[in-house]
């Protein structure tokens, strides 16, 4: 989805510097400076771990208002960004007639320290480079 647009700005140098700087990330990294993006399988079971990670974060809100009962935790921090980009993406159907993660999700982008960390500007939907390949977010 993004590859045309981060050619754009990305030299074939700034693939391998940012694959050597973020070790997890560099079979991604490569994969994109290859020009080949990813499979539609690959693409796929992306997806569908995605979608284990709504359904499983579902079922854990039944014991309380937080992944792991009453508190915020950890969880919330770390499994956030990446539930607010699959909405910058336009994925927000992965969680659609889902109450309970609707609400919870509500509850951590209603904490002041979300609405530091994504500030206004600070998501791909909202950056004109990216217009043409992100879909408009869900409302918050």
């Known amino acids: 989805m993004f590859l045309p647009v981060v050619r754009t700005f990305r030299s074939e140098s700034d693939f ?6 973020r070790p997890i990330r ?20 992306s997806r569908e771990q995605l979608q284990q990670t709504v359904d499983r974060i579902e079922s854990a809100l039944a014991r309380g208002p937080f992944i792991l ?4 935790t950890l969880a919330e921090c ?11 993406l336009g994925m927000a159907e992965l969680w659609a007639g889902r109450l ?8 951590v982008r209603a904490r002041p320290s979300f609405r530091e960390a994504f500030y206004p500007g600070s998501r791909l939907s909202e950056r004109p480079e990216f ?10």
């Open 16 to 21: 391998e510097v940012a694959g050597d700087r």
């Open 78 to 88: 770390c499994v956030a960004p990446l539930l607010d980009r699959m909405d910058d």
């Open 131 to 140: 217009a043409s390949v992100v879909a408009p977010r869900s409302p918050s």
């Open 26 to 45: 560099k079979g991604f990294d490569r994969k994109m400076n290859a020009g080949r993006g990813f499979s539609a399988e690959e693409v796929q079971s």
């Open 69 to 72: 009962g009453e508190s915020f």
């Open 100 to 107: 309970r993660f609707s609400d919870w999700l509500g509850r």
